[in-house]
């Protein structure tokens, strides 16, 4: 088993994570994905209508994001659900929230 740091991560997840998060450029990135549009929130805050579902900022394969949400390293991100149950701190407002595909467009 790999050796991990104080944040349950091992080096390659730094090596990847240093990689996502290095131009500093992430928020712009996502709304980019968005169309540059402000989501809309459900009222219990865990759900987010959006008009194009972003792919997952840890996979390298394509997979779709079913979350937006806060990691345990501090910095938001767009996860699937694999990823969210390793890098997520929750769903609700100030964690993270389920993507809705808006089918109001």
Not at 41 to 57: A, L, W
Not at 72 to 81: E, F, K, L, S, Y
Not at 82 to 97: E, P, S, T, W
Request: proline share 4%; aromatic share 4%.
């Amino acid at each position: 088993m790999p050796e991990v740091n104080s944040l349950g991560l091992t080096d390659e997840d730094m090596d990847d994570l240093e990689g996502l998060l290095g131009d500093g450029d992430l928020l712009d990135d996502i709304m980019e994905v968005m169309g540059g549009e402000v989501p809309r929130t459900r009222d219990d805050h865990t759900k987010v209508c959006v008009s194009k579902i972003p792919d997952c900022d840890f996979c390298e394969n394509g997979t779709k994001a079913r979350y937006d949400g806060k990691t345990v390293m501090g910095p938001w991100a767009n996860m699937c659900q694999a990823h969210l149950a390793i890098y997520g701190i929750g769903l609700g407002l100030g964690k993270g929230q389920e993507y809705i595909l808006d089918k109001e467009d």
